[in-house]
């Protein structure tokens, strides 16, 4: 039974860049979470999608977007990059609009500079 | 008011010893309550999750929750030093049908030989 996974595990981008990150949720499971996860502080909510629509979002500006496919799995977009952007970025998927357990993805590091 | 409060720690005991984590949050309507293990570098895992007032056993570790006083504790017994890491408390708020997950900030367990 796969779990969570996340695509790419590093990257390092520019100030003023664009990003995508990539989500595949444990088998069985129609709901993602993201997360952005700073060094020494718990993670903070993204959004959450669950049929292909975003059903909550957290206090981030709109430069961070997202989509869910058909398949469930999800993709986290943050435009025009901010050195404060430099985190770890969790996927968590969950039953039926989060409100079961959430199971983390080992989650993409990604560096601004 | 932060959300979800967690003493930082460290907190440092002894192998063989039981290590108590402890947890507030300020959302009286909140229903779900987890703990997540965190390695250094790694994601949360989920180890427990507790819905209901009182305690929950699962091998070593044993969660416990009081809703009226909203307080949730996590106690570890003969802890081992592969038990060193930080332990995140998450609580489920509820918003238009939807559900996300809440931190604090996490407290750092360190358990020497």
């Known amino acids: 039974d796969a779990g969570v996974t996340q695509s790419p595990t590093h990257l390092i981008k520019t100030r003023g860049q664009q990003v995508t990150l990539r989500c595949s949720p444990k088998?069985?499971?129609?709901?993602v979470s993201w997360y952005q996860q700073a060094l020494g502080q718990g993670p903070q909510f993204i959004f959450q999608?669950?049929?292909?629509?975003?059903?909550q979002r957290g206090n981030f500006p709109d430069r961070f977007s997202g989509h869910q496919f058909p398949n469930y799995s999800s993709e986290l977009n943050v435009n025009a990059l901010l050195l404060g952007d430099s985190a770890l970025y969790l996927c968590?998927?969950?039953?039926?609009?989060?409100?079961?357990?959430?199971?983390f993805g080992p989650g993409t590091r990604l560096t601004v500079t | 008011q932060k959300e979800v409060e967690q003493n930082s720690g460290p907190l440092s005991v002894p192998e063989g010893a039981i290590a108590s984590l402890n947890c507030t949050y300020s959302?009286?309507?909140?229903?779900?309550f987890f703990w997540y293990r965190q390695y250094s570098g790694k994601s949360p895992e989920l180890i427990m999750f507790?819905?209901?007032?009182g305690d929950k056993e699962d091998g070593r570790f044993t969660a416990q929750l009081n809703k009226a006083s909203q307080y949730v504790s996590l106690l570890i017994r003969d802890s081992q030093p592969s038990d060193s890491a930080t332990y995140l408390c998450?609580?489920?708020?509820?918003?238009?049908?939807?559900?996300?997950?809440?931190f604090g900030a996490g407290t750092r367990l360190a358990v020497h030989p």
């Open positions: 968590a998927s969950s039953l039926r609009g989060g409100g079961y357990e959430q199971y």
């Open positions: 088998s069985g499971h129609d709901t």
């Open positions: 999608y669950y049929e292909e629509e975003e059903r």
């Open positions: 959302d009286r309507g909140s229903q779900s």
């Open positions: 507790i819905y209901s007032n």
């Open positions: 998450a609580v489920n708020v509820r918003s238009g049908g939807y559900n996300k997950l809440i």
